[in-house]
């Protein structure tokens, strides 16, 4: 009886299980249906674009390097074709392997190999990859000959970055190198980031950097189809590149080569001026470098030469290296008298070679005296007493007012990164500059260091020049640039720079004829007069000596028996013709001593080139000091005078 009543229920339990497991398969194909449906419908648009970009690769492809050219159309920085050997990782057979055999047939160094698995690891196994640059013509044939034993590996023609005059130059137009992390978070942050997609050069100072983005260019793509190894298969479509504009320059080559070539190798720099404009026609720092050693990623041997040389042949001086001024301050102070009211040209003070404030002597450079000085005489004959006692009378609050509407103490904002503000020194300065309250109070005595160009003072040869500019401009402020158009090179448009005045100091005409005829007065009878000799033109000038360090009271500068580097700092400002003034010059040699023994024969060449045409034989030749040089500015320094 039990084994019947079990076998009548087996056909039930039968009929549920398959009804259960009818409806579980059916549950998965609704599933199964209700994804596809999800897919292939819903989410059709999305998956097809995402299709499609796996298929479809975009390759950037690089524009040409916009031209750098000065005033004349001569090249100082531009693009030339070399043959690079490459390889796709996406189509050789083994990466490694591939590169040992190259290195049997091509030089491969190890910087070589290390700057490829960088690039590697930055793109695409379908990209094309430098593993050696700039091949010689043997090189290519070399390996033309074996071509068949490497796929994936290719020679391309590709633009390398060239600066032909090599040193001429080199810190005003800069150079490219590598693009690093930091560079990569700038372009980032400027919104450049796809337009440097594959770019591996960016320019670093100089005007390859401030105008970066103006001689980068547009980049190309090309679209490329991929298979699922992301192996290139054909290109479906190509975009141009556009070339970054031409730059031409206020510079005139041959006036740089000219004024570098009269340094001989001392250190200092030069910054020359068309005040008319702001045109920068020369700017010089003294010893310089060469731009291609960096466009490649410069050697470790090189750099450690340059970045560790004493004389610093990286630092650009014209517009970083700040001096005390010396004397070339001088006419700065006579025009700040005449127009705060504080002296009238003809007003004259008596010179015992000496002027007493407190228990201190402020000493003159001729011993018992000029006699009788007026303005233009203190400026002919650079009468230290005349300006310690117009110093002590103007105080140090109108000094620096006059000296900061000049434009001293502050950036020119000149078109290359770099530049230094240099110090104005006030006592607002001083008490930003010092953190003791005993070291933030001004003292008195202070004034009359500042008043000859020496205590705190601090300027660069550009805001030297671009000062007495805005002088001879009769207040006019021109911002001092050196790209004088912009070019691009697709439409041939033309931008030019403008050359208008960006401010106006207030200067009386008859206040700055003053200065003008006491900078002649220098160069015809004064300290200037050696170095001018016999000149076809007219000019003007000051020379100026600054102190390296401070000598002990009663103490006499003799510099032979100083180290080189102790001597002091050589200064000459001047400008050609008088009358209407085309050029401004200033000029600091480094430890050259007297401003009319080094500095000013450097400004002659300059000048003579630039009005004549007359080439220099050779560097400048330094002159005899003449008698009653700025030597004992430097006997006594008064920071601490009160």
Same mark, same amino acid.
């Given at each position: 009886?039990?084994?019947?009543?079990? =076998?009548?229920?087996?056909?039930?339990?039968?009929?549920?299980? !398959?009804?259960?497991?009818?409806?579980?398969?059916?549950?998965?194909?609704?599933?199964?249906?209700?994804?596809? $449906?999800?897919?292939?419908?819903?989410?059709?648009?999305?998956?097809?674009?995402?299709?499609?970009?796996?298929?479809?690769?975009?390759?950037?492809?690089?524009?040409?390097?916009?031209?750098?050219?000065?005033?004349?159309?001569?090249?100082?920085?531009?693009?030339?074709?070399?043959?690079?050997?490459?390889?796709?990782? #996406?189509?050789?057979?083994?990466?490694?392997?591939? !590169?040992?055999?190259?290195? +049997?047939?091509?030089?491969?160094?190890?910087?070589?190999?290390?700057?490829?698995?960088?690039?590697?690891?930055?793109?695409?196994?379908?990209?094309?990859?430098? !593993?050696?640059?700039?091949?010689?013509?043997?090189?290519?044939?070399?390996?033309?000959?074996?071509?068949?034993?490497?796929?994936?590996?290719?020679?391309?023609?590709?633009?390398?970055? *060239?600066?032909?005059?090599?040193?001429?130059a080199a810190h005003a137009i800069g150079y490219i190198s590598r693009i690093n992390a930091k560079d990569k978070e700038n372009i980032e942050a400027a919104g450049h980031e796809a337009n440097y997609k594959g770019t591996e050069h960016i320019g670093k100072v100089g005007l390859e950097a401030h105008y970066e983005y103006e001689l980068h260019g547009t980049a190309g793509y090309e679209q490329v189809e991929v298979d699922a190894g992301g192996r290139a298969v054909r290109v479906l479509s190509q975009t141009a590149p556009l070339p970054g504009n031409n730059l031409t320059l206020t510079l005139d080559?041959?006036? *740089?080569?000219?004024?570098?070539?009269?340094?001989?190798?001392?250190?200092?720099?030069?910054?020359?001026?068309?005040?008319? #404009?702001?045109?920068?026609?020369?700017?010089?720092?003294?010893?310089?470098?060469?731009?291609?050693?960096?466009?490649?990623?410069?050697?470790?041997?090189?750099?450690?030469?340059?970045?560790?040389?004493?004389?610093?042949?990286?630092?650009?001086?014209?517009?970083?290296?700040?001096?005390?001024?010396?004397?070339?301050?001088?006419?700065?102070?006579?025009?700040?008298?005449?127009?705060?009211?504080?002296?009238?040209?003809?007003?004259?003070?008596?010179?015992?070679?000496?002027?007493?404030?407190?228990?201190?002597?402020?000493?003159?450079?001729?011993?018992?005296?000029?006699?009788?000085?007026?303005?233009?005489?203190? !400026?002919?004959?650079?009468?230290?007493?005349?300006?310690?006692?117009?110093?002590?009378?103007?105080?140090?609050?109108?000094?620096?007012?006059?000296?900061?509407?000049?434009?001293?103490?502050?950036?020119?904002?000149?078109?290359?990164?770099?530049?230094?503000?240099?110090?104005?020194?006030?006592? +607002?300065?001083?008490?930003?500059?010092?953190?003791?309250?005993?070291?933030?109070?001004?003292?008195?005595?202070?004034?009359?260091?500042?008043?000859? =160009? *020496?205590?705190?003072?601090?300027?660069?040869?550009?805001?030297?020049?671009?000062?007495?500019?805005?002088?001879?401009?009769?207040?006019?402020?021109?911002?001092?640039?050196?790209?004088?158009?912009?070019?691009?090179?697709?439409?041939?448009?033309?931008?030019?720079?403008?050359?208008?005045?960006?401010?106006?100091?207030?200067?009386?005409?008859?206040?700055?004829?003053?200065?003008?005829?006491?900078?002649?007065?220098?160069?015809?009878?004064?300290?200037?007069?050696?170095?001018?000799?016999?000149?076809?033109?007219? #000019?003007?000038?000051?020379?100026?000596?600054?102190?390296?360090?401070?000598?002990?009271?009663?103490?006499?500068?003799?510099?032979?028996?100083?180290?080189?580097?102790?001597?002091?700092?050589?200064?000459?400002?001047?400008?050609?013709?008088?009358?209407?003034?085309?050029?401004?010059?200033?000029?600091?040699?480094?430890?050259?001593? $007297? =401003?009319?023994?080094?500095?000013?024969?450097?400004?002659? *060449?300059?000048?003579?080139?630039?009005?004549?045409?007359?080439?220099?034989?050779?560097?400048?030749?330094?002159?005899?000091?003449?008698?009653?040089?700025?030597?004992?500015?430097?006997?006594?320094?008064?920071?601490?005078?009160?």
């Amino acid at each position: 009886m039990s084994d019947f009543h079990h =076998g009548e229920q087996d056909p039930d339990r039968f009929r549920n299980r !398959i009804l259960v497991s009818g409806g579980l398969v059916l549950l998965c194909f609704l599933l199964l249906f209700g994804r596809f $449906f999800y897919l292939q419908v819903l989410q059709h648009e999305y998956y097809a674009t995402r299709a499609e970009s796996n298929r479809i690769s975009l390759v950037p492809v690089m524009p040409n390097r916009g031209n750098i050219v000065d005033r004349n159309g001569q090249v100082l920085a531009r693009n030339y074709s070399a043959f690079t050997l490459e390889i796709t990782p #996406s189509k050789t057979l083994g990466l490694e392997e591939t !590169i040992d055999s190259l290195d +049997e047939i091509v030089d491969i160094q190890l910087k070589d190999r290390r700057r490829f698995k960088r690039l590697l690891e930055e793109s695409k196994n379908f990209e094309s990859i430098p !593993i050696r640059t700039r091949l010689t013509d043997e090189e290519v044939a070399r390996f033309a000959a074996h071509r068949y034993r490497f796929p994936g590996v290719e020679v391309k023609a590709r633009l390398f970055r *060239q600066y032909p005059e090599n040193t001429l130059a080199a810190h005003a137009i800069g150079y490219i190198s590598r693009i690093n992390a930091k560079d990569k978070e700038n372009i980032e942050a400027a919104g450049h980031e796809a337009n440097y997609k594959g770019t591996e050069h960016i320019g670093k100072v100089g005007l390859e950097a401030h105008y970066e983005y103006e001689l980068h260019g547009t980049a190309g793509y090309e679209q490329v189809e991929v298979d699922a190894g992301g192996r290139a298969v054909r290109v479906l479509s190509q975009t141009a590149p556009l070339p970054g504009n031409n730059l031409t320059l206020t510079l005139d080559a041959k006036l *740089q080569k000219v004024a570098e070539n009269a340094f001989g190798g001392r250190r200092g720099s030069l910054t020359a001026i068309d005040p008319s #404009s702001g045109a920068v026609l020369a700017l010089v720092s003294s010893p310089a470098f060469d731009p291609n050693l960096f466009v490649d990623g410069i050697r470790f041997d090189d750099w450690d030469e340059l970045n560790n040389h004493p004389d610093k042949p990286l630092l650009n001086r014209a517009i970083y290296s700040t001096y005390p001024p010396g004397s070339t301050f001088k006419p700065l102070m006579a025009l700040a008298a005449l127009s705060t009211g504080k002296r009238t040209p003809g007003q004259a003070i008596a010179d015992p070679g000496y002027f007493n404030f407190g228990n201190r002597r402020f000493m003159d450079d001729k011993v018992g005296g000029h006699g009788m000085v007026d303005m233009h005489k203190s !400026i002919v004959v650079s009468c230290n007493t005349y300006y310690y006692v117009l110093a002590n009378d103007m105080g140090i609050d109108n000094i620096a007012r006059f000296m900061g509407e000049l434009g001293l103490g502050r950036r020119t904002e000149i078109d290359i990164p770099g530049e230094a503000t240099g110090i104005l020194p006030s006592p +607002e300065w001083k008490q930003k500059r010092f953190k003791k309250r005993e070291q933030q109070k001004w003292y008195s005595g202070e004034t009359i260091s500042v008043g000859i =160009g *020496q205590g705190y003072n601090a300027y660069s040869t550009l805001q030297m020049a671009h000062a007495l500019s805005n002088i001879l401009n009769y207040g006019k402020v021109f911002r001092p640039h050196l790209v004088h158009s912009i070019t691009n090179p697709t439409t041939g448009e033309v931008r030019m720079v403008e050359s208008q005045p960006v401010r106006q100091v207030a200067l009386k005409p008859e206040h700055v004829d003053v200065i003008k005829r006491g900078m002649a007065g220098v160069v015809l009878e004064g300290t200037g007069s050696r170095a001018f000799a016999g000149a076809p033109y007219t #000019s003007g000038g000051k020379t100026g000596t600054a102190q390296v360090f401070s000598l002990k009271s009663g103490q006499k500068y003799v510099a032979g028996q100083l180290r080189e580097r102790l001597r002091d700092h050589s200064w000459y400002v001047a400008f050609a013709p008088v009358d209407q003034p085309k050029i401004v010059v200033a000029v600091m040699v480094e430890n050259g001593g $007297f =401003g009319a023994q080094s500095a000013a024969p450097i400004a002659r *060449q300059v000048f003579d080139y630039h009005l004549t045409g007359k080439l220099p034989g050779g560097p400048a030749p330094e002159v005899d000091a003449p008698e009653g040089s700025e030597a004992a500015e430097l006997i006594e320094d008064s920071h601490e005078a009160d």
